[in-house]
């Protein structure tokens, strides 16, 4: 059977599309529910993967995933949906937007528990600008999440941000890394570390930081789910003739695909 995705959409949220599109492509029976519907009563008990996609919720006021992330936390009934979608060993996706939401929901705690006071934070680019860039590359340094396996290198990731700038405090910092929580970092293409430079670091993340991920939450700034298809990423029309000249195969998915499969596969 296959697993049922909630991709939670509402209030300026505007990649659920591409997300409910990936999260099928990989097998899954999704589809796109309100936020308001879940806040009325909607059964979140028959999905095993929620998504929380990217975008502009509330048009980030007060500052990105705030206003959403308050309305799950002042509502006791959803918030238990939650915690109890958690405790029966199910799957949270957060990107971008989503991610700066799941991480004001402390999703992925350290010290504390969900929803207690952020432990990490996502703060405004360095450069002091939205950034929009199809050219990310991404290593992965914890291979302690499904959603991650056998995947090392992501290249050519998207990311649309203004606020992508990682932050934590040494304390919490150190215990990520202890917890292998430190799942995605920003490298150049030949893998080699960011090291902060930009834009091969596009927001000044501490640690070259790009996404943390424990057992069952992936949350991440840049976009796999734009990366589902070859020709959705950066630079596809230069490699695709590469590709010919050398006499070598086109591959038939883009490389974000691979987390959404790992996803699906976890509950097969």
């Known amino acids: 059977m296959k697993p049922k995705a909630a991709v939670i959409v509402g209030y300026g949220i505007n990649c659920d599309r591409e997300l409910e599109y990936a999260f099928n492509k990989a097998g899954a029976d999704a589809e796109r529910v309100h936020l308001n519907e879940l806040l009325n009563g909607h059964n979140m008990e028959q999905y095993q993967i929620i998504g929380l996609p990217g975008g502009f919720s509330f048009g980030d006021d007060t500052f990105s995933g705030n206003i959403f992330a308050k309305k799950i936390i002042y509502s006791q009934s959803l918030k238990d949906a939650f915690a109890k979608h958690l405790g029966d060993d199910k799957m949270i996706f957060g990107v971008c937007n989503g991610n700066q939401i799941g991480t004001m929901l402390n999703l992925i705690p350290v010290f504390d528990k969900y929803f207690a006071k952020p432990e990490t934070a996502y703060t ?15 290593k992965v340094i914890s291979h302690k999440s499904p959603w991650l396996v056998g995947i090392d290198v992501l290249n050519n990731i998207p990311v649309g941000h203004g606020e992508g700038n990682f932050y934590t405090t040494p304390e919490v910092l150190r215990a990520l890394y202890d917890n292998e929580l430190v799942a995605l970092k920003y490298v150049h293409e030949d893998g080699r570390p960011a090291n902060g430079k930009y834009p091969i670091n596009p927001n000044g ?30 630079g596809w029309t230069r490699r695709k003739s590469v590709f010919k000249r050398l006499g070598m195969l086109l591959p038939k998915e883009g490389e974000g695909m691979q987390i959404f499969r790992n996803a699906v596969r976890y509950f097969g």
């Open 124 to 138: 405004n680019n360095k450069s002091a600008r939205y950034e929009d860039r199809g050219n990310i590359h991404l």
């Open 205 to 234: 993340s501490l640690h070259d930081i790009a996404g943390l991920a424990s057992e069952q939450v992936l949350m991440l700034m840049p976009h796999p789910e734009r990366a589902i298809e070859p020709y959705n990423q950066d």
